[in-house]
């Protein structure tokens, strides 16, 4: 079986793959939970939860533009920091997007039973997880049109509720702008970082990116700067149409009830379908996302080796998108509240982003040749204030988040415990059958070569 993916991703899918999967589910789903936790101040809490992107970014635009490979994240932090380290890292992007998959899937099947009672949440939450994980084997370009297609009806209807509610601002909505206290605004703060969950992604998927040295970094700074309007503007109206202790008692589609109140009736089923659009472009990306991660691991021996195969008409690894699908159908059986699964996602990201960040520091001295190749350089100063800025943020992130949950906090920790254990007993394994995948991981496998080659 062939061992090569296609490189299909434009620009525009670039994008489009960044926007379905950081909007995604967040801002219809999680946001109503947010405002009943800080009130009015939920506009403020996430112009302050781009601050960790924008530093992620930083980086991510300095290793997509001289590491443009599958899983360029793991890849990286595996070669120019240890392999264990890689390991742990690539765990926690499995739990970051299981996790995401779990949130958009159970959103979806609420909304879609909000107007048919009578069908089961769960039965719908595990039918677009299947559903979009038959898209993702069908082909990259299939994936890529679905997305694009998702997005701009998404973001139409984002700017519609966006700019129209601007007119229908009630100014008592929005004081006081505190009302449950500092300490649970910072909290919202905290798990509002979920929301820029998905920039790392661009990088994940690297391999199959057209002139990714020049598209990842392009799509980085385009994402963040419609992200980041769209966040504030749909936020600011969001608190400002509808009182936020009422968003909290409706629950996931507050949204509605918010645009109910100054748009009319068909525009607002508009929004509706828009709001199964985010979910479903947030599944449609985590389902090629993990299965690229999944696939980075197989072909480093990580992972068992038969993972590493590539469908010889879609050229996709149908075996770990089909690993992706069954792990997302357990996690949705097994679902755990909105608030504990985007924490989750929150402890994932500093992880992931911490090593990253390092990796990329490191790698003028670990990898020169590459680093002279890359598009983006930055100056000594840069680099060094991009890696104490990310250290430092992704840090107190991690820190407040798990102050805040402990609970939440030690199960995630638990299972980063077990992914060490399965490392040493991978890594023991086979050094009996010959094989030292420490050594080997301190080179670049011949796929990865020949993916950088290609770029």
């Given at each position: 079986?062939?061992?090569?993916?296609e490189?299909?991703?434009?620009?525009?899918?670039?994008v489009?793959?960044?926007?379905?999967?950081?909007?995604?589910?967040?801002i219809?789903?999680?946001?109503?939970t947010?405002?009943?936790?800080?009130?009015?101040?939920l506009?403020?809490?996430?112009?302050?939860s781009?601050?960790?992107?924008?530093?992620?970014?930083?980086?991510?635009?300095?290793?997509?533009?001289?590491?443009?490979?599958?899983?360029a994240?793991?890849?990286?932090?595996?070669?120019?920091?240890?392999?264990?380290?890689g390991?742990v890292?690539?765990?926690?992007?499995?739990?970051?997007?299981?996790?995401?998959?779990?949130?958009?899937?159970w959103?979806?099947?609420?909304?879609?039973?909000?107007y048919f009672?009578?069908?089961?949440?769960?039965?719908?939450?595990?039918?677009?997880?299947?559903?979009?994980?038959?898209i993702?084997?069908?082909g990259?370009?299939?994936f890529?049109w679905?997305?694009?297609?998702?997005?701009?009806l998404?973001?139409?209807?984002?700017?519609?509720?966006?700019?129209t509610?601007?007119?229908?601002?009630?100014?008592?909505?929005?004081?006081?702008?505190?009302?449950?206290g500092?300490?649970?605004?910072?909290?919202?703060?905290?798990i509002?970082?979920?929301?820029?969950?998905?920039f790392?992604?661009?990088?994940e998927?690297?391999?199959?990116?057209?002139?990714?040295?020049?598209?990842?970094?392009?799509?980085l700074?385009?994402?963040?700067?419609i992200?980041?309007?769209?966040?504030?503007?749909?936020?600011y109206?969001?608190?400002?149409?509808?009182?936020?202790?009422?968003?909290?008692?409706i629950?996931?589609?507050?949204?509605?009830?918010?645009?109910a109140?100054?748009?009319?009736?068909w525009?607002?089923?508009?929004?509706?379908?828009?709001?199964?659009l985010?979910?479903?472009?947030?599944i449609?990306?985590?389902?090629?996302?993990g299965?690229?991660?999944?696939?980075?691991?197989?072909?480093?021996q990580v992972?068992?080796?038969?993972?590493?195969?590539v469908?010889?008409?879609?050229?996709?690894?149908?075996?770990t998108i089909f690993?992706?699908?069954?792990l997302?159908?357990?996690?949705?059986?097994f679902?755990a509240?909105?608030?504990?699964?985007?924490?989750m996602?929150v402890?994932?990201?500093?992880?992931?982003?911490g090593f990253g960040?390092?990796?990329?520091?490191?790698?003028?001295?670990?990898?020169p040749?590459?680093?002279a190749k890359?598009?983006?350089?930055?100056?000594?100063?840069?680099?060094?204030?991009?890696?104490?800025?990310?250290?430092?943020?992704?840090?107190?992130?991690?820190?407040?988040?798990?102050?805040?949950?402990?609970t939440?906090?030690?199960v995630?920790?638990?299972?980063?415990?077990?992914?060490?254990?399965?490392?040493?007993?991978?890594?023991?394994?086979?050094?009996?059958r010959?094989?030292d995948?420490?050594?080997?991981l301190r080179?670049?496998?011949?796929e990865v070569i020949?993916?950088?080659e290609?770029?």
């Amino acid at each position: 079986m062939p061992e090569k993916l296609e490189r299909s991703l434009s620009l525009v899918g670039c994008v489009a793959i960044i926007v379905g999967l950081v909007i995604g589910a967040s801002i219809f789903v999680l946001i109503p939970t947010l405002a009943g936790m800080t009130g009015p101040s939920l506009c403020l809490a996430y112009v302050i939860s781009v601050v960790p992107a924008i530093f992620a970014a930083l980086y991510l635009m300095q290793l997509g533009g001289a590491l443009p490979v599958t899983g360029a994240n793991y890849v990286a932090v595996t070669r120019w920091i240890s392999p264990a380290a890689g390991v742990v890292m690539s765990l926690a992007g499995i739990i970051a997007m299981i996790s995401t998959n779990c949130i958009a899937a159970w959103g979806f099947g609420e909304y879609i039973v909000a107007y048919f009672p009578n069908i089961s949440v769960l039965g719908v939450a595990i039918g677009v997880v299947v559903l979009f994980g038959v898209i993702n084997w069908l082909g990259v370009k299939i994936f890529q049109w679905t997305q694009v297609l998702m997005v701009v009806l998404l973001l139409l209807a984002m700017f519609i509720f966006g700019i129209t509610g601007l007119f229908h601002i009630q100014p008592e909505f929005q004081a006081p702008l505190f009302p449950e206290g500092i300490g649970s605004f910072f909290l919202v703060v905290a798990i509002a970082t979920f929301s820029w969950a998905g920039f790392i992604a661009i990088t994940e998927v690297a391999g199959e990116v057209r002139n990714p040295k020049r598209n990842i970094p392009v799509a980085l700074i385009l994402s963040i700067v419609i992200i980041l309007i769209i966040y504030t503007l749909q936020t600011y109206v969001f608190t400002g149409t509808l009182l936020w202790s009422e968003a909290a008692e409706i629950g996931p589609a507050a949204v509605l009830a918010a645009a109910a109140n100054f748009l009319p009736e068909w525009v607002v089923a508009y929004i509706a379908i828009a709001a199964l659009l985010a979910m479903a472009t947030t599944i449609n990306s985590i389902m090629l996302l993990g299965a690229r991660e999944a696939f980075a691991l197989s072909r480093d021996q990580v992972m068992p080796s038969f993972f590493n195969r590539v469908h010889s008409r879609f050229k996709t690894p149908y075996l770990t998108i089909f690993l992706v699908t069954v792990l997302s159908v357990v996690g949705v059986i097994f679902a755990a509240g909105l608030e504990q699964y985007a924490l989750m996602v929150v402890f994932a990201l500093m992880i992931i982003q911490g090593f990253g960040a390092t990796a990329v520091w490191r790698m003028p001295k670990r990898a020169p040749d590459l680093y002279a190749k890359a598009l983006f350089q930055f100056t000594p100063f840069w680099r060094r204030f991009t890696w104490i800025g990310c250290l430092l943020t992704f840090s107190l992130i991690f820190l407040f988040g798990f102050l805040a949950d402990l609970t939440t906090g030690l199960v995630f920790c638990g299972i980063m415990l077990l992914g060490i254990v399965y490392w040493y007993w991978r890594k023991s394994y086979l050094q009996k059958r010959g094989i030292d995948i420490h050594k080997n991981l301190r080179s670049f496998s011949k796929e990865v070569i020949t993916e950088i080659e290609e770029s």
